[in-house]
């Protein structure tokens, strides 16, 4: 059964940074590679909306919010994806989603909070 956990969530004030990881688990390092990955985030009362994702092989995109603040990156060798954010600012405040996709399967984690205070 696969898994995805995230981490990496917490409280920062505006300016700061934060690290998300997503970890996928009961698939292998080959599987895993061939999915691409994505991080969205939902904030209160809106809809979930995509933030940033990478491919396989690792062809990025951002969305105008994200770009020249945040780096995704993943670690096939760990089944693992990140997304590095700096220069938070309060509009950054949501659940942040790990997904793992193939043109036939979708799998989410549970999430991760993401706090940040002006």
């Known amino acids: 059964q696969v898994q995805l956990v995230e981490s990496g969530g917490g409280l920062v004030q505006a300016g700061g940074s934060l690290r998300l990881s997503c970890v996928a688990s009961?698939?292998?390092?080959?599987?895993?590679?061939?999915?691409?990955m994505g991080w969205f985030r939902q904030a209160p009362g809106k809809a979930r909306e995509l933030v940033a994702t990478?491919?396989?092989?690792?062809?990025?995109y951002y969305t105008d919010s994200a770009k020249g603040r945040f780096t995704i990156t993943r670690d096939n060798a760990k089944n693992t994806v990140s997304l590095q954010m700096q220069s938070l600012t309060p509009e950054d405040t949501g659940v942040y989603y790990c997904?793992?996709?193939?043109?036939?399967?979708?799998?989410w984690g549970q999430g991760t909070q993401v706090t940040v205070s002006s």
């Open positions: 997904q793992a996709r193939t043109a036939q399967s979708q799998y």
């Open positions: 009961g698939m292998s390092r080959i599987t895993f590679s061939s999915h691409g």
């Open positions: 990478i491919g396989a092989p690792d062809y990025v």
